[in-house]
């Protein structure tokens, strides 16, 4: 069991190094080999593999729905996972993803993971998710990670109403829900 001092000073770690990883690199605007090299560093990194709020989409959502998601979601610290490449095509996956980016934006914040979308059974999107601990994901197809007591929200909602719901409800994710909601309504100059 992880006490709440070592919970929040693992969540201040979580976002400085979220917000130092968010940096846009102008030379492009999705990366898919920096997004694999990335995926590689965290599983080697002590703080677990898995991010711990996770926004579920889909490249069939709105536009503006998605690039909403995506500006308040990596604003607040977290994850956008995808399930997987459309139609297994690289190529169709930057196309689309320069739809939704601004030019000359890094889309640093979105990442392609199936395992988490089968980690907490996720059916539709959009849903967010805040877990109360790490976790590793497994690497097979037919294990099944053990997921952490979490929040979970599916529907057409805001990250910042999400967010909230999960502060005020004083589940498993509460207090990771309120940092990262304190985030996202920081203003920035």
Do not use: W
């Amino acid at each position: 069991m992880t006490s709440t001092s070592e919970a929040e000073a693992h969540a201040r770690r979580y976002t400085r190094e979220a917000a130092a990883s968010s940096k846009p690199d102008p030379a492009s605007t999705f990366d898919f080999d920096r997004m694999v090299a990335d995926a590689g560093t965290m599983t080697s990194e002590s703080m677990g593999e898995a991010p711990r709020f996770i926004a579920f989409a889909s490249l069939s959502m709105p536009l503006a729905a998605l690039r909403a998601m995506i500006d308040d979601v990596t604003k607040a610290g977290g994850v956008v996972a995808l399930r997987g490449l459309p139609g297994n095509s690289a190529k169709a996956l930057t196309a689309a993803l320069a739809k939704v980016a601004k030019p000359g934006e890094q889309l640093d914040g979105v990442g392609i993971d199936p395992r988490l979308f089968r980690a907490f059974g996720i059916e539709a999107v959009p849903t967010y998710v805040v877990t109360s601990s790490d976790f590793d994901l497994c690497d097979g197809f037919d294990c099944r990670t053990q997921v952490p007591p979490h929040d979970r929200m599916s529907g057409n909602v805001s990250a910042a109403y999400a967010l909230e719901t999960f502060a005020r409800g004083g589940g498993p994710g509460a207090l990771l829900a309120a940092q990262h909601l304190a985030r996202l309504e920081r203003q920035v100059p």
